[in-house]
């Protein structure tokens, strides 16, 4: 059973800072991608932010230069930086990874999801 389990959401003032942790857990024989999700209060749950195995990077407009997303593969863990939060960035934010399991067929992908941690940034 694979988890991921997140950390890091809270509180914060309009330009001050987070980092939000994302562990991955269990029977897993790699990691491909891993992304960070945002889902504020009444929108849809939107692509903040990619980061392959090979250490491509991808951000949505909105957070480019304030968000940097990273990995340390040894732990398993993906990250994601947030600095000079806006109070626009005030949403629940998911950790989605693609692991590659074994399988009596062979290697295959699946998605995993966190169970999302809570951001809000007040004015």
């Known amino acids: 059973q694979v988890q991921l389990v997140e950390s890091g959401g809270g509180l914060v003032q309009a330009g001050g800072s987070l980092r939000l942790s994302c562990a991955v857990s269990?029977?897993?024989?790699?990691?491909?991608?891993m992304a960070w999700y945002r889902q504020a209060p009444g929108k849809g749950r939107e692509l903040v932010a990619t980061?392959?195995?090979?250490?491509?990077?991808n951000y949505v407009d909105s957070v480019k230069g304030r968000f940097t997303i990273s990995r340390d593969n040894a732990k398993n863990t993906g990250y994601l930086q947030m600095s000079s939060l806006e109070p626009e960035d005030t949403a629940v934010y998911y950790c989605?990874?693609?692991?590659?399991?074994?399988?009596?067929?062979?290697?295959?992908?699946?998605?995993?999801w966190g169970q999302g941690t809570q951001v809000t940034v007040s004015s």
């Open positions: 980061i392959t195995s090979g250490g491509s990077l």
């Open positions: 989605k990874a693609i692991i590659v399991r074994s399988t009596p067929a062979g290697e295959r992908n699946y998605q995993y």
């Open positions: 269990g029977s897993i024989f790699s990691i491909d991608t």
